[in-house]
């Protein structure tokens, strides 16, 4: 089984930069295509950045183009999140997730694409 476990979260005003991260254990972690979500209060949980289990490739939600940047070190079984240019509308609870894939070359976007979900961590950007 894997286990995933978020840290870095916090209160950041409007215009700051914060980095949340999630340390992944119990199998290979080269061997998992990773994502963030976030879900704020009322709303759906909501894509936000994946990558690719080599690193290679990455996407973005349009509403966090240019301003997040998921990273991967798989010598160290951790993904990253660095958020610049916070919002307030980025206040949510960040969820990492996990998901076995054979292929290089492929990220996932969807929720229901994901085996394995962290408890995640909350993010407030105040105006």
């Known amino acids: 089984q894997v286990q995933l476990v978020e840290s870095g979260g916090g209160l950041v005003q409007a215009g700051g930069s914060l980095r949340v991260s999630c340390a992944f254990s119990?199998?290979?972690?080269?061997?998992?295509?990773m994502g963030w979500f976030r879900q704020a209060p009322g709303k759906e949980r909501e894509f936000v950045a994946a990558?690719?289990?080599?690193?290679?490739?990455?996407a973005y939600a349009d509403s966090v183009q240019g301003r997040f940047t998921i990273s991967r070190d798989n010598a160290k079984n951790t993904l990253t999140l660095q958020m610049n240019s916070l919002k307030p509308e980025d206040t949510a609870i960040y969820y990492c997730?996990?998901?076995?894939?054979?292929?290089?070359?492929?990220?996932?976007?969807?929720?229901?694409?994901?085996?394995?979900w962290g408890q995640g961590t909350q993010v407030t950007v105040s105006s």
């Open positions: 990558i690719t289990w080599s690193g290679s490739m990455s």
């Open positions: 997730a996990a998901r076995f894939t054979y292929y290089a070359t492929n990220y996932y976007r969807e929720r229901d694409d994901y085996e394995y």
């Open positions: 119990g199998l290979s972690f080269s061997d998992y295509a």
